[in-house]
T-cell receptor
Framework: GDSVTQMEGPVTLSEEAFLTINCTYT??????LFWYVQYPGEGLQLLLK?????DKGSNKGFEATYRKETTSFHLEKGSVQVSDSAVYFC???????????????FGRGTSLIVHP | GAVVSQHPSRVICKSGTSVKIECRSL??????MFWYRQFPKQSLMLMAT?????????EQGVEKDKFLINHASLTLSTLTVTSAHPEDSSFYIC???????????FGQGTRLTVV
């Protein structure tokens, strides 16, 4: 079945450092890929998405490129801020081979801690 | 993005009582809603998927008689934790998706504490 693998956290960085959070996936179809962010005590918010190969999703300085050849969707940001401290979830949404609804599949989440 | 409202955000209940959590899509018709439970160390566990007007589809290991899910309209789904016990204490999150969306939009989550 479909699966998403994220790098283990926590990732601890100083402010203005470069961020990469790795994400790879397995899917039977042609999934859409997403990054969600969860701030402490809150639900998940969609950060960015890409719906086909080579698409780049971007938002709030974060970017991720849909790489079909490496089945990856790594999240990057050039200069992180303290306010970026949160948990980041990589996810995919794929239609089952048997038809039916798209069901999101999530990675385990990566905690990011940014120090001043 | 689309707005999903989940209520309450926090609830404390006594062991043996039932608790209802509501999930509403405010500006779109949610043909499919998902209920998740989030365990310590962040991982999300999909509990069930519900399509409007149909019975929910529960994931393996989730007790459907304990976690009652109703999706009676295109804007509202409810999760009722029946006869709650301390081990049911957790963070429950709903998400909703419209008919043309591949992404799901999330509610704010509900912190349930059973004492």
């Amino acid at each position: 079945g479909d699966s998403v693998t994220q790098m283990e956290g926590p990732v601890t960085l100083s402010e203005e450092a470069f961020l990469t959070i790795n994400c790879t996936y397995t899917a039977t179809g042609y999934p859409s890929l997403f990054w969600y962010v969860q701030y402490p005590g809150e639900g998940l918010q969609l950060l960015l998405k890409a719906t086909k190969a080579d698409d780049k999703g971007s938002n709030k300085g974060f970017e991720a490129t849909y790489r079909k050849e490496t089945t990856s969707f790594h999240l990057e940001k050039g200069s992180v801020q303290v306010s970026d401290s949160a948990v980041y979830f990589c996810a995919l949404s794929d239609r089952p081979a048997s038809g039916g609804s798209y069901i999101p599949t999530f990675g385990r989440g990566t905690s990011l801690i940014v120090h001043p | 993005g689309a707005v999903v409202s989940q209520h309450p955000s926090r609830v404390i209940c006594k062991s043996g009582t039932s608790v209802k959590i509501e999930c509403r899509s405010l500006d779109f018709q949610a043909t499919t809603m998902f209920w998740y439970r989030q365990f310590p160390k962040q991982s999300l566990m999909l509990m069930a998927t519900s399509n409007e007007g149909s019975k929910a589809t529960y994931e393996q290991g989730v007790e459907k008689d304990k976690f009652l899910i109703n999706h009676a309209s295109l804007t509202l789904s409810t999760l009722t934790v029946t006869s709650a016990h301390p081990e049911d204490s957790s963070f429950y999150i709903c998400s909703a998706r419209g008919p043309r969306n591949t992404e799901a939009f999330f509610g704010q989550g509900t912190r349930l504490t059973v004492v």
